[in-house]
């Protein structure tokens, strides 16, 4: 079989040396029980290689055997579609095609455009145990589309998208690889000075999609490894209903750490839908947050995602030396349940390194915030100008301390709600100092049991936990009404205070 693939690599490489269909085919290679003197145009015919395929043309389909071990690797270049007849290769029969990739990467493609890649099952060797590719690659290429993948057991990441435009990524399950789960990124190593250098990633979309038990890449000493889906250098990004769990426990360092899902270096950036939760760092390793808007990201949001149970913070707002300007970003309508059980300590977290560019122009509102640890927000190390928190609602439950840690006295708080449930240090309420005229009440939210919490990914909209009650006091007491759109259930936006606007005015 091996020999077969390495057929298969130079033939895909070489297609342009052959002759050119009238139209579009589709090709079947079944490497089990193809001949070469088939026709390799039907399912009933298949070729054995790749041998006989001429030159790809747009609209042409080259279709494997489903459920077969095909072990090797696979290498597509320089092949382009059109927007109306795009190149697709995937499989045919039952199962997916799977590619055990042994101690390399599996699937690349690079430099082609109009191109759909899906259903396919590709395996490494393991993190620990010898393999040092990923296990999809998509480098440079432009209207690409990558569905119904599982990548797993690859140093790296199980899929990397590098570079190119207008990439769509749907129903990948990514589990047991090292470095990352999902990781798209620019490919570019230098920022400049507005970082536009860096940001050659445009329009992408990361959907449906799990990220799981990524632990950490074992030869990464010097930075952070083991996170689930990870955004850098893009421009217009959008991360919807996914799932990222149980990353970067195995983390070989100490310092910053990996994060569930987040973004650096990277200009309009959605993350909404998602589900982060129980995502770890090293046992001295920082982050292991739920969510994060990270150095250099600009005119961002997340909304409407929950994080739960990570040993970071459920969102970061971070900015480290040497990236560039991070401002006008927006975090509304998410929910963070017990959050910062090691690192951040908090609900939502802001550190930024001192001789960083200063970060500007951040506002939190109508975010739910649950916080078991110390704080329901955290600022480290000091001063953070234009970030105004509104419509929060702030519960502190288990042993939490204060609602607010850290250097906070610059930036603003109005018009949310605290309170305390805990069996902490204070007998009464804590301290409200952070705003005039605070609202010191019970929310009356419904809280979940921590041992039933379970949200289901593409449907955050039925999650029963964390509503108003009939009689909440946020009810009818927000001031953001001006604002139009959807809260965390989709329900049109009220003038009441957290992430729930579905219950009525009073």
């Known amino acids: 079989m091996?020999?077969?693939?390495?057929?298969?690599?130079?033939?895909?490489?070489?297609?342009?040396?052959?002759?050119?269909?009238?139209?579009?085919?589709?090709?079947?290679?079944?490497?089990?029980s193809g001949r070469d003197d088939n026709s390799g145009r039907s399912p009933s015919a298949p070729w054995k290689t790749v041998r006989n395929l001429p030159k790809i043309i747009a609209g042409d389909s080259i279709l494997f055997k489903g459920g077969i071990v095909y072990s090797g690797n696979i290498l597509f270049d320089s092949i382009n579609g059109s927007a109306e007849s795009p190149v697709v290769i995937s499989s045919y029969g039952k199962g997916k095609v799977v590619i055990d990739a042994g101690d390399s990467s599996g699937l690349v493609v690079r430099n082609s455009d109009h191109?759909?890649?899906?259903?396919?099952?590709?395996?490494?060797?393991?993190?620990?145990?010898?393999?040092?590719?990923?296990?999809?690659?998509?480098?440079?290429?432009?209207?690409?589309?990558?569905?119904?993948?599982?990548?797993?057991?690859?140093?790296?990441?199980?899929?990397?998208?590098?570079?190119?435009?207008?990439?769509?990524?749907?129903?990948?399950?990514?589990?047991?690889?090292?470095?990352?789960?999902?990781?798209?990124?620019?490919?570019?190593?230098?920022?400049?000075?507005?970082?536009?250098?860096f940001r050659t990633l445009r329009n992408l979309r990361i959907a449906f999609s799990t990220a799981e038990n990524n632990p950490g890449c074992?030869?990464?000493?010097?930075?952070?490894?083991?996170?689930?889906?990870l955004i850098a250098g893009v421009v217009n990004g959008v991360i919807e209903h996914c799932e990222a769990m149980l990353n970067g426990w195995d983390m070989p360092r100490e310092g910053n750490g990996p994060v569930g899902i987040w973004a650096y270096m990277s200009d309009s950036v959605l993350i909404r839908h998602c589900y982060s939760h129980h995502n770890k760092t090293s046992a001295k390793g920082k982050d292991g947050g739920g969510f994060d808007f990270d150095g250099g990201v600009t005119n961002s949001m997340m909304q409407y995602n929950t994080s739960a149970f990570n040993e970071g913070a459920g969102y970061g707002i971070f900015q480290y030396a040497g990236a560039t300007a991070w401002n006008n970003n927006i975090i509304c309508y998410n929910i963070s349940y017990a959050d910062g059980i090691k690192n951040g300590n908090a609900g939502i977290f802001m550190w930024y390194d001192p001789v960083a560019v200063p970060m500007k122009n951040f506002h939190a509102f109508n975010n739910t915030i649950v916080s078991s640890q110390r704080?329901?927000?955290?600022?480290?190390?000091?001063?953070?100008?234009?970030?105004?928190?509104?419509?929060?609602?702030?519960?502190?439950?288990?042993?939490?301390?204060?609602?607010?840690?850290?250097?906070?006295?610059?930036?603003?708080?109005?018009?949310?709600?605290?309170?305390?449930?805990?069996?902490?240090?204070?007998?009464?309420?804590?301290?409200?100092?952070?705003?005039?005229?605070?609202?010191?009440?019970?929310?009356?939210?419904?809280?979940?049991?921590?041992?039933?919490?379970k949200p289901v990914i593409g449907k955050l909209e039925?999650?029963?936990?964390?509503?108003?009650?009939?009689?909440?006091?946020?009810?009818?007491?927000?001031?953001?009404?001006?604002?139009?759109?959807?809260?965390?259930?989709?329900?049109?936006?009220?003038?009441?205070?957290?992430?729930?606007a579905s219950q009525p005015r009073k």
């Open 218 to 229: 074992p030869v990464i000493t010097d930075n952070h490894s083991g996170n689930g889906i």
């Open 375 to 453: 704080y329901a927000v955290n600022f480290d190390p000091g001063v953070y100008e234009d970030f105004l928190f509104e419509n929060n609602v702030f519960l502190l439950t288990g042993t939490a301390e204060r609602f607010i840690g850290g250097n906070f006295t610059r930036a603003n708080f109005r018009n949310n709600i605290y309170w305390s449930v805990g069996n902490g240090p204070m007998i009464s309420q804590p301290r409200v100092i952070y705003e005039n005229s605070p609202l010191v009440l019970d929310p009356l939210i419904v809280l979940p049991d921590s041992t039933d919490f």
């Open 115 to 197: 191109f759909v890649m899906s259903n396919f099952l590709v395996k490494g060797s393991g993190r620990l145990k010898g393999n040092v590719g990923s296990g999809v690659k998509v480098l440079k290429c432009n209207f690409f589309k990558i569905d119904s993948i599982e990548a797993t057991g690859f140093l790296w990441s199980g899929l990397n998208v590098s570079g190119g435009s207008n990439i769509e990524v749907t129903r990948v399950y990514a589990h047991d690889n090292g470095f990352c789960g999902i990781y798209a990124e620019s490919g570019e190593k230098e920022y400049g000075p507005d970082g536009s250098k």
């Open 2 to 32: 091996k020999f077969i693939l390495k057929l298969l690599f130079v033939a895909v490489s070489a297609l342009t040396i052959c002759c050119s269909q009238p139209r579009s085919h589709a090709y079947y290679i079944d490497f089990r």
């Open 462 to 500: 039925l999650l029963p936990y964390f509503r108003l009650k009939v009689n909440s006091p946020c009810i009818g007491k927000g001031n953001l009404i001006r604002i139009v759109g959807l809260d965390f259930w989709g329900n049109r936006v009220s003038d009441n205070i957290g992430a729930d």
